[in-house]
């Protein structure tokens, strides 16, 4: 079947620090991958997002990581600053009846 | 901001009434998505309308249901509230049915 999900739930980083947000896959027809962000009392938020076609894509301080062969996702975020902290979410989309599949999220806190 | 506005934000119904909820998509943007959170959980697809016909329904029940209007606007309707239907609806509208989805805050629905 088709799930996305995270491996950690929780994150703690210190300002300043990188951090890395992962995620894993399972439906391997899956071709557009997105990473949002949802602050407290918000709707998700758009960060990043990477087609199956590509295995790195950079942007303002963010790097998304694909790796097709174990399923893989990754978020690298660079000096992490504290309006960083906020649940993550990796979404995938595929040709399926789900325009967009959410894993659980992780929660990254950043200590000042 | 995304553009996307949803109404009302917060709202408390009683358990058997019935609710409709409302999203103004994104300029351009004929395709919107509504999900349902619950708190500390990954947004979960209700259903899609892509240029006023549904296309596309997640694992809900009929009472579920919605609109699209010839400007994109929508509207999610649910019948027979059940005390669990209280989580925050998240609309997302987007360019086409495959492509990156931008959320509006959402609607607080509790019941009671």
């Known amino acids: 079947g088709e799930s996305v999900g995270l491996h950690l739930p929780t994150l703690s980083v210190q300002e300043g620090d990188n951090s890395i947000i992962n995620c894993a896959y399972s439906n391997s027809a899956s071709d557009y991958f997105i990473w949002y962000k949802q602050e407290s009392g918000k709707g998700p938020q758009f960060i990043i997002d990477i087609r199956s076609n590509m295995d790195k894509r950079q942007g303002q301080r963010v790097t998304v990581l694909l790796n097709k062969t174990v399923k893989h996702l990754s978020l690298q975020i660079a000096a992490t600053q504290p309006g960083d902290s906020a649940v993550y979410f990796c979404?995938?989309?595929?040709?399926?009846?789900?325009?967009?599949?959410f894993g659980k999220g992780t929660r990254l806190s950043v200590i000042a | 901001e995304t553009g996307v506005t949803q109404s009302p934000t917060h709202l408390i119904k009683t358990r058997g009434q019935q609710v409709t909820l409302r999203c103004s998509s994104q300029s351009g943007h004929n395709t919107v998505s509504w999900y349902q959170q619950a708190l500390g959980q990954g947004p979960q697809f209700i259903f899609q309308y892509y240029r006023e016909e549904e296309n596309g329904r997640g694992n809900f029940p009929p009472r579920f249901s919605g609109l699209q209007f010839p400007n994109y606007s929508s509207e999610l309707n649910v019948n027979a509230l059940e005390l669990d239907d209280s989580a925050l609806y998240l609309c997302a509208s987007s360019a086409g049915r495959f492509t990156e989805a931008f959320f509006g805050q959402g609607t607080r629905l509790t019941v009671v």
């Open positions: 979404a995938e989309i595929n040709s399926g009846n789900t325009p967009l599949v």
